[in-house]
């Protein structure tokens, strides 16, 4: 059950899988407002998101997520291994406007797909025009 007023809770660094994937949880529930420890400046609604099929790619996805946050683009990693559809849901839910996937063929040619889902464009795009793109 969500909180009226629920109080800022620092949860540990950003980059590190547990603390994102606790602070989504409590998000979620609205027990707190979660605060990542290098990103207190940037409690505002997130810009992208990265998709999570498994270890491999979430390790990709944490790399991925440390360059979008140095060029101050909100993003978060989808928090535990899941298929696309329920990664999209979440996205459409919370009214994210861009999905970065990473899976296999990403990861083995660094380019990555960059999907809007206002208007379901895609774009395949290295991690410089990634950021380039998302910029803007």
């Known amino acids: 059950r969500a909180k009226q007023n629920p109080q800022r809770v620092v949860f540990g660094e950003a980059d590190n899988p547990k603390v994102l994937k606790a602070a989504h949880v409590a998000r979620e529930e609205g027990s707190c407002i979660p605060i990542l420890l290098g990103f207190e400046d940037q409690i505002r609604s997130t810009k992208v998101l990265l998709t999570n099929f498994d270890k491999t790619s979430e390790k990709h996805a944490i790399t991925v997520l440390s360059e979008l946050r140095k060029a101050e683009i909100s993003s978060e990693i989808f928090p ?5 559809k329920k990664q999209m849901a979440y996205a459409d839910k919370k009214s ?38 998302l910029r803007i």
């Open 80 to 84: 535990e291994p899941a298929k696309l």
């Open 96 to 133: 994210i406007p861009f999905v970065v996937m990473i899976g296999s063929r990403e990861i083995e040619t660094g380019i990555y797909t960059l999907r809007n889902m206002l208007n379901g464009d895609q774009q395949e795009l290295s991690l410089p025009d990634l950021l380039a793109v």
